[in-house]
């Protein structure tokens, strides 16, 4: 039997314009987080992740992929199949704003709610929604995060390696500031 | 044969047991599961930290294990009624055991018991034929993941094209 085989925490997915990105395209720094829009250390983490973006705006982008954990948050599949309808309308990190700012309010009732603030259809996108139109998209981002040595939510990986430190503003910017090249 | 960290290692045959897996004493064991890989989590206790929950994390990733038709079966020395619980709380839908009684006994030897009176975080993949192909002990607070897991299913696979069964 060959050498056993290490448990390895780095992105094995690489970055490529199918991703969700926000920030400049050409950052030297990529910040790849897998989230749940139902996860309560998800939503802790969003103001921060958003003050990183705006204090590095030259430096760095952030990648956002699906890691919803459905036997924990029994909305967070939904949400991010909706994410995916605004995405699919260009409208991604809007509605991506409106979950993390709304996590109280994720029941369909709100939801819909949400989608018709952001200002989308939504009659139109629970239509696509309920037959999972982009469910396979959430599933590619949640495969690809456990390959990838994704433990929980929210994981990072700040380049390839997979953040391991806690997520407050100072930490990140250091861990940020630390990969820049 | 177990390695410098005491875990069970690669090429054992997996030391046969049953455990308790539900509160009306049915006993689980992976013997019980030949023919299909068989993935052993131990891990501390239940009840440590929300979101970051490997066992939580494992159910989630339950369609993966599956594409291999792997069994999952995890291991901590709490009662049956912790575990049951525990699963609920977290929507657990794969068997706990409980090595409560004699405590510890499946994690002892398997080389995963700690001197505090837990499993360690170990990780033991069991091929179809029930030699163990995989191991790894994590630090208690470090969730492993499945990536591991999922690596050491890919290459049972590869394996088993070359090794009729």
């Given at each position: ?181 | ?89 977290r929507g657990v ?14 994690a002892r ?57």
């Amino acid at each position: 039997m060959s050498t056993p085989l290490q448990v390895t925490a780095r992105l094995r997915v690489p970055v490529t314009e199918t991703d969700h990105i926000r920030g400049p395209l050409d950052a030297p720094v990529t910040i790849v987080q897998y989230g749940d829009f139902q996860c309560p250390y998800c939503g802790a983490a969003h103001p921060n992740l958003t003050e990183v973006l705006r204090q590095r705006q030259d430096t760095v982008r952030l990648v956002y992929r699906h890691f919803p954990i459905t036997n924990l948050h029994p909305y967070a599949e939904r949400a991010a199949e909706v994410a995916e309808a605004a995405g699919r309308r260009d409208r991604f990190w809007e509605m991506h704003d409106w979950l993390y700012e709304h996590q109280d309010q994720l029941d369909p009732v709100h939801l819909s709610l949400g989608v018709a603030q952001v200002g989308l259809p939504p009659d139109e996108i629970d239509a696509e929604v309920d037959r999972h139109a982009y469910g396979d998209r959430v599933r590619h981002d949640f495969t690809g995060g456990i390959r990838s040595g994704v433990n929980g939510t929210p994981t990072l990986f700040i380049g390839d390696h997979r953040h391991e430190g806690p997520l407050d503003l100072p930490t990140l910017l250091t861990a940020v500031d630390t990969t820049t090249p | 044969m177990t390695g410098p960290d005491g875990l069970i290692r690669p090429g054992t045959p997996a030391p046969e047991f049953t455990l308790p897996a539900t509160p009306d004493g049915r006993r689980t064991g992976p013997g019980q599961f030949r023919g299909r890989p068989v993935v052993l989590a131990f891990y501390p206790a239940d009840w440590s930290p929300v979101c970051g929950d490997q066992m939580a994390l494992y159910q989630a990733a339950m369609p993966e294990f599956e594409r291999y038709d792997a069994v999952v079966l995890g291991v901590s020395v709490d009662s049956l009624w912790s575990h049951r619980a525990f699963a609920e709380a977290r929507g657990v839908r794969f068997p706990l055991l409980s090595d409560f009684e004699p405590k510890g006994e499946v994690a002892r030897v398997y080389g995963a018991y700690t001197p505090q009176g837990q499993a360690g975080r170990a990780l033991v993949v069991l091929d179809p034929a029930g030699t163990v192909t995989w191991s790894y002990l994590s630090p208690a607070e470090v969730n492993p993941g499945a990536d591991g897991i999922l690596d050491a299913l890919d290459q049972l696979g590869t394996e088993r094209q070359v090794v009729a069964r």
